[in-house]
């Protein structure tokens, strides 16, 4: 999960800015209370170069690109996707988002 | 690329105590400099969970694991991995350097 943090005033905000360093804490208990915790790590990650779709988390080695991601998405990233390996659609980002026409 | 920091005196190190932070700026700069930008993203992570073996690299989605990188690896893993996408042997994590006895 990016938690890259800008200055306060820069246009591209951050997603750490958005909440991400919570919402990684939050990832990673929702995990943890699943007892998910061995198999799944959790962690930081710097700027994943698409500002404008964070809160940004990729999940390796899945391939998954999540955008947008708030709290309400937490539990449903960890039952849906980390405990049984189901991609939430709703979250992914897609090409047309990655270059914003 | 881990870039976590521990306080000086923690027993684990951390891969940024070991100099972690200039090698990313090294790695990105080497990729740059070969023209590999827009297709390698260099990014910092935090804690890989493996502390002894920093400074560590994850390179998804190839799902290659380095350990023990220095400045002196950074063009070999551009040339070749980056590159060419070969594997750097040498500095592949093994699973016993994961859980050593």
Redesign the interface.
Known sequence: MC?NRRPDGNPKGSCAQKGSEALKDQLKKAAEARGLGTRV?V???????VCHLGITV?V??D?VFYGRVTPADVDEICDRHFARGEVVERLVVSDSDFDPA
């Open positions: 938690t790590r962690m930081t990650s710097g700027c994943q170069d990729s390796w080695p391939g």
